[in-house]
Antibody, heavy 119, light 108 residues
Framework: QVQLQESGPGLVKPSQTLSLTCTVS??????????WSWIRQHPGKGLEWIGY???????YYNPSLKSRVTISVDTSKNQFSLKLSSVTAADTAVYYC???????????WGQGTLVTVSS | EIVLTQSPGTLSLSPGERATLSCRAS???????LAWYQQKPGQAPRLLIY???SRATGIPDRFSGSGSGTDFTLTISRLEPEDFAVYYC?????????FGPGTKVDIK
C-alpha cells in the first residue's frame, strides 16, 4: 500500500519561500510509471493543481504559479519537494502531495498539511 | 485552460436515493481524461472514477461514471450514509489540470 506524508513548516512569513517535502512509502518513486504531484486547497474552497514531477526530474507546472514554483525529487530518500517563493496570504492553503498515473488519476494522497502565510 | 462547471452546487437527498452529479467542460476533455473524487471534511480527496467511467480500486459498484467530450456524469445508485460528502470532477488531459468547484451531497 503506497503512503504519502507531507512535512514542513505550518507557518511562513509573507515574501518568504514555502518549502514542503512528501515522503513516499510502500512504493519507489524511481520505479517509474507515475508522476508525483502537489495540489492545494484554499480554506473552504476547491482544489488547485500546482504541478508534478517524474522520477527523471521532468516537471510540469501550473502556468498561474510557474514563476514561483519548483518541484524536485530525491529518489535516494524516496521524497519529492515543493518550493513556492514570494508567498502572500493568498497562498494559505492545505497542501497535498499525491501520486498520479498517466491515465488513472490521482490514486494516492497524503493527509494534507495546512500552511498559513502570516507575519 | 479548461474550466469545469459542476451542477448542482448542493444536492439534498435521503439515504437509498439515487444521486446524479454533472460536470461540464468549457472544451472537449482529451481522451476522456476525466476523474471524480470524493472528499469528506478534514480528509484528502479519494479517487472514485478515472477515464470518465473506470472505477478505482476498492470503489463500490454503486458509483458509476459516464460521458465524453464536454459532458460527464457521476451517478451514485443508492446513497449510503458514508456517501454524503463533496464530489469534485477533474480533467487531467490538458495542462493545466483543473478541478470543478464541487457538488456537496448532503442529507435531506
Amino acid at each position: 500500500q503506497v503512503q504519502l506524508q507531507e512535512s514542513g513548516p505550518g507557518l511562513v512569513k509573507p515574501s518568504q519561500t514555502l518549502s514542503l517535502t512528501c515522503t513516499v512509502s510502500g512504493g519507489s518513486i524511481s520505479s517509474g510509471g507515475y508522476y508525483w504531484s502537489w495540489i492545494r486547497q484554499h480554506p473552504g474552497k476547491g482544489l488547485e493543481w500546482i504541478g508534478y514531477i517524474y522520477y527523471s526530474g521532468s516537471t510540469y507546472y501550473n502556468p498561474s504559479l510557474k514563476s514561483r514554483v519548483t518541484i524536485s525529487v530525491d529518489t535516494s530518500k524516496n521524497q519529492f519537494s515543493l518550493k513556492l517563493s514570494s508567498v502572500t496570504a493568498a497562498d494559505t492553503a492545505v497542501y497535498y502531495c499525491a501520486r498520479v498515473g498517466p491515465y488513472s488519476g490521482y490514486d494516492y494522497w497524503g493527509q494534507g498539511t495546512l500552511v498559513t502565510v502570516s507575519s | 485552460e479548461i474550466v469545469l462547471t459542476q451542477s448542482p452546487g448542493t444536492l439534498s437527498l435521503s439515504p437509498g436515493e439515487r444521486a446524479t452529479l454533472s460536470c461540464r467542460a468549457s472544451q472537449s476533455v482529451s481522451s476522456s481524461y476525466l476523474a471524480w473524487y470524493q472528499q469528506k471534511p478534514g480528509q484528502a480527496p479519494r479517487l472514485l472514477i478515472y477515464g470518465a467511467s473506470s472505477r478505482a480500486t476498492g470503489i463500490p459498484d454503486r458509483f458509476s461514471g459516464s460521458g465524453s467530450g464536454t459532458d460527464f456524469t457521476l451517478t451514485i445508485s443508492r446513497l449510503e450514509p458514508e456517501d454524503f460528502a463533496v464530489y469534485y470532477c477533474q480533467q487531467y488531459g490538458s495542462s493545466p489540470e483543473t478541478f470543478g468547484p464541487g457538488t456537496k451531497v448532503d442529507i435531506k
